[in-house]
């Protein structure tokens, strides 16, 4: 018998514990023994509930029965989150996290600690809720250079997005809708600022490259300025505008940003609509494939988390090789990258002495016309636009 450790009650915590009690012969079977749940720890009581047999308000516990050799992080935040999980490590203990904003930030760090003292710090959750990806581009891409990661890695924008293409809503009141419904947090900044997009490209990148990426340095817009009227120009291009996070190799480094885009319909990512996410691997010999799937969730997201305690447990003992070092990279500047811009200015003309030779579009809003420049770099179509009048901005992904 493997006896294993919850750290939260939440969302994730509570479905980690429902889908091992749910699927535990399968489970057992995967393992090889039984894997059980010794200890669940959180503040609040749960009366009535089966938890209440393994619950536990203090750490202690955990940290001091040597039985406990698997411990699920799935507190949310930086602390105290890292402190606990770093002494799990350093006590022998495997620690699989759901937690972005602890990996993006200690991610190679903690993985460190965990290989000096025999044990594993897996964090499959972290990204993409149930989709798998960091298996992937940990294991079954090793043999390719991974030129470019892109995608659609946060669940409640996308939602929000494709209510606005498909009702023509304002922001305002998607916003509203979302939160209703338990899609957006009361305080939402991180999923619409595209802060949660710009820590899992983080993770993603330094994955891809082998050494830390500072999710600091990730140029990162969200989607608050996004309007309707946006949405009417994007369905007269037959494109859909989607938050992307992505990360392009550029010589011996990546080029990573957060950003609303938009893309056509040849483009995988164009169905990916509601609060489903989707990541888009290119390797230089594989090509393009693409993982899609619930991105967040309560069931999703434990059943990773669940799915890293088995491999845990199967691994007891021996090290599972993350390629992911301490050693910091420096990422290309943004303004370097080329691209298309989706402009809208009040005229055709103004357009042209702006930008030249431009691809226009005319949605029906008064007052304006939409424009699509040729391709430039981010300092270049920074200098352009300086001291146009320029209503919108939204970057075209080819």
């Known amino acids: 018998m493997i006896k294993a450790a919850i750290m939260g009650y939440g969302t994730v915590g509570s479905g980690v514990y429902e889908v091992i009690r749910t699927n535990q012969k399968e489970i057992d079977k995967k ?14 009581e749960f009366p009535g509930d089966p938890v209440m047999e393994v619950l536990t308000h203090d750490f202690e516990d955990i ?49 460190q600690i965990a290989k000096d003292h025999q044990v594993n710090y897996l964090f499959e959750a972290s990204v ?28 409640t924008t996308n939602y929000m997005l494709t209510k606005m293409a498909d009702e023509g809503l304002d922001y305002a009141d998607v916003l509203k809708e979302a939160q209703a419904k338990g899609y957006a947090e009361l305080h939402p900044e991180a999923d619409v600022e595209g ?42 291009m037959k494109c859909a505008i989607k938050l992307l996070a992505s990360s392009k190799k550029v010589g011996d480094t990546y080029c ?11 483009n995988p990512l164009y169905m990916v609509n509601d609060v489903f996410n989707a990541v888009k691997v290119e390797g230089n010999m594989l090509g393009a494939s693409m993982f899609y799937g619930s991105g967040a969730g309560k069931l999703p997201t ?60 005319d ?10 420049t040729p391709v430039m770099s981010e300092a270049e179509f920074a200098k352009k636009a300086r001291d146009a009048q320029i209503i919108s901005m939204i970057r075209v992904e080819d």
């Not at 899992?200 to 600091?216: C, E, P, Y």
């Not at 990422?331 to 990258?337: G, I, K, R």
């Not at 200015?345 to 030779?357: L, N, P, R």
């Open 31 to 44: 393992v090889g023994q039984e894997l059980q749940i010794k200890y669940v720890l959180d503040l609040r």
């Open 63 to 111: 940290i001091n029965d040597d039985e406990v050799r698997i411990v699920a992080e799935v507190m949310g935040g930086l602390h105290p989150a890292y402190e606990f999980t770093r002494r799990c490590l350093e006590a022998g203990k495997s620690v699989c996290t759901s937690n972005k904003e602890l990996v993006a930030e200690h991610g190679a760090e903690l993985i």
């Open 128 to 155: 993409g809720g149930g989709i798998p990806i960091i298996r992937p581009l940990n294991s079954s891409l090793t043999a390719d250079v991974i030129l470019e990661i892109s995608g659609i890695l946060n669940g």
């Open 195 to 236: 802060w949660d997009a710009c820590r899992k490209i983080a993770i993603l990148t330094s994955l891809a490259s082998g050494n830390q990426v500072d999710f600091g340095q990730i140029y990162t817009e969200g989607i608050t300025k996004i309007t309707k009227e946006d949405f009417l120009y994007a369905k007269k």
């Open 256 to 266: 990573a940003m957060v950003s609303p885009v938009l893309i056509s319909r040849d």
């Open 302 to 361: 434990a059943s990773a988390v669940a799915g890293d305690m088995v491999d845990a447990a199967r691994h007891l003992g021996k090290i599972i090789t993350l390629f992911w070092s301490p050693e910091k990279l420096t990422l290309a500047p943004m303004e370097e990258s080329s691209k298309r811009f989706f402009v809208r200015m009040k005229s055709a003309e103004a357009a042209k002495a702006c930008f030249g030779d431009v691809e226009l579009w």
């Open 363 to 372: 949605a029906g809003v008064q007052g304006e016309i939409g424009a699509v």
